[in-house]
């Protein structure tokens, strides 16, 4: 026998309204896809072969799909958010299930109506779907389908234990995790504590103005771990908001929003042949360095001689941008005043047909920007577009129009 061949199946714990997983890993509802990504990198030997599938053309249009194909699962995120909404396991030939640590699916077990009702319990008869031919056992937060190819629906009143099939009793063929009691209805739950890992998320970005509408820094209103316990040792959410201005120090972006992820020192500025000419013969001796915020979807630049703040970069975390995954996606609102005072408001969800609409023929061409790595000079999406408008330049996908990123200066 070649034991080379042989795959070891996953063998994973199903938790009701909550998650899929085992000691190492777990796949919780309302987990960001970034997470998940994590998750399969890090066991890259036990779960291989994954596909990720989206609509390039409008990805807010249907949900992001993220495919085990060697091991029968499939995570479904909400393409607004990036959370998960919904687990699927669709071939339970490939993966070994259990509830309360009692497997209810494995090679020794066949998941048949009787062996699920014995493992959940009593539930109510579900339903009958003629257009699929198949049943739906629903309890809260856990569906389970059972095909068939008999005629059965005028017989189907007293559940599944009440029919008799002619190919033997019916075997789950698929069933789903979710929120509530509805599957058609489901939403992606908010982020849970579990997935906060002692880290702080953004709930909304504004930008900050003075009097006479410039503007001068930006507003974030973060949420993330209490620090504090309850009675029964629970962790609870907590939310601040901090203000962070153009010339602010690195200790005071650190104070308002902790330490970053990561700092990167820039090399060159392929942008300084758009500044001004005598901006242009400025030689310094320090690099400017970017704070990277990843789960906040933010960088910030600083000034390498004053180590005061120049820019912010705010991502919107979009599959096929060359960016997506290294960010979560900034949740910001920033407001754009046309020439008649007219307002209009930007978020990761615009495109940028309304702009165009909102501003008329007051913006200029844009700028191509085309993103390489220092180690692999492709890039597979292709170059994006950068629209000035006053103290903000729009990154812009050509393929769907959608704001990829946003970079404000003073």
Same mark, same amino acid.
């Given at each position: 026998k070649d034991f080379s061949k042989v795959?070891?199946?996953?063998?994973?714990?199903?938790?009701?309204e909550r998650s899929l997983g085992n000691e190492q890993w777990e796949f919780c509802l309302g987990m960001p896809i970034s997470q998940a990504i994590s998750i399969v990198r890090r066991h890259c030997r036990a779960i291989r072969n994954i596909h990720l599938c989206y609509c390039d053309y409008d990805p807010l249009a249907l949900d992001i799909i993220m495919n085990l194909t060697d091991d029968g699962i499939r995570l479904v995120f909400?393409?607004? #958010?990036?959370?998960? @909404? *919904? *687990?699927? /396991?669709?071939?339970? #030939? @490939? /993966?070994r299930l259990k509830y309360c640590g009692v497997h209810f699916n494995s090679p020794c077990v066949s998941p048949t109506n009787d062996q699920i009702e014995m493992s959940f319990g009593a539930t109510h008869p579900g339903v009958f779907d003629p257009a699929n031919q198949q049943f739906i056992l629903n309890f809260r937060g856990l569906s389970f389908f059972f095909p068939s190819n008999d005629k059965l629906e005028h017989n189907y009143s007293h559940g599944l234990g009440s029919l008799q099939f002619s190919n033997g009793p019916p075997v789950v063929s698929k069933l789903c995790i979710y929120i509530g009691n509805s599957l058609s209805e489901t939403k992606a739950p908010h982020l849970p504590i579990g997935c906060y890992h002692g880290k702080c998320y953004t709930d909304k970005i504004t930008l900050v103005r003075c009097d006479n509408g410039t503007v001068t820094?930006? !507003?974030v209103s973060l949420y993330g771990e209490s620090g504090t316990a309850t009675k029964h040792n629970d962790i609870r959410k907590c939310t601040i908001e901090q203000e962070i201005k153009f010339g602010d120090g690195t200790q005071d972006v650190m104070s308002a929003l902790g330490a970053p992820c990561?700092? =990167? $020192?820039?090399?060159?500025?392929?942008? !300084?042949i758009h500044s !001004? /000419? #005598?901006? !242009?013969? +400025? *030689?310094? %001796?320090?690099? %400017? =360095?970017? $704070? &990277? $915020?990843? #789960?906040?979807?933010? %960088? *910030? +630049?600083? %000034?390498?001689?004053? &180590?005061t703040v120049k820019k912010f970069v705010l991502h919107s975390n979009y599959p096929g941008h060359y960016d997506f995954n290294i960010y979560y996606r900034c949740c910001f609102e920033l407001n754009l005043k046309s020439p008649l005072d007219n307002e209009f408001q930007i978020t990761p969800y615009t495109k940028w047909d309304k702009v165009e609409e909102f501003l008329g023929d007051t913006y200029r061409k844009p700028v191509v920007l085309n993103r390489r790595s220092s180690t692999n000079a492709t890039n597979p999406f292709g170059p994006t577009f950068c629209y000035g408008l006053n103290n903000l330049i729009i990154e812009v996908m050509p393929s769907n129009n959608y704001v990829a990123s946003v970079t404000i200066f003073p």
């Open positions: 795959i070891k199946m996953l063998d994973l714990e199903v938790v009701p909400d393409p607004q #958010t990036q959370r998960l @909404k *919904i *687990i699927e /396991v669709y071939d339970l #030939t @490939k /993966v820094g930006i !507003k990561k700092i =990167y $020192y820039k090399d060159e500025d392929k942008m !300084k !001004k /000419v #005598t901006d !242009k013969k +400025l *030689i310094k %001796d320090e690099s %400017d =360095y970017f $704070y &990277n $915020y990843f #789960t906040l979807g933010m %960088d *910030i +630049l600083f %000034d390498g001689s004053k &180590n």
